[in-house]
């Protein structure tokens, strides 16, 4: 079953992703935490990304919670 969690993008909108897709959580060089989702043939790559302004354990903790469901 398919699990989701709800980011806010930096322009404060929300985003609603899901956890099964995700492949990588990592911090860039400006502090924001960006999240890579796996997806195929979206604009000829091959994973898209958000970016929050959400810190990285607050992302990780509603991933997990929303596992754990």
């Given at each position: 079953?398919?699990?989701f969690?709800?980011i806010?993008?930096?322009?404060?909108?929300?985003?609603?992703?899901?956890v099964?897709?995700?492949f990588e959580?990592?911090?860039?060089?400006s502090?924001?935490?960006v999240?890579?989702?796996?997806?195929?043939g979206?604009n000829n790559?091959?994973y898209?990304y958000?970016?929050t302004?959400?810190?990285?354990w607050?992302?990780?903790?509603m991933?997990?919670e929303?596992i754990?469901?």
């Open positions: 079953m398919a699990k969690i709800e806010p993008n930096e322009k404060n909108e929300k985003v609603l992703l899901n099964d897709y995700i959580v990592s911090k860039d060089t502090g924001h935490t999240i890579k989702i796996a997806v195929s979206f790559s091959a898209y958000v970016t302004k959400m810190d990285y607050e992302v990780r903790k991933m997990d929303s754990q469901i």
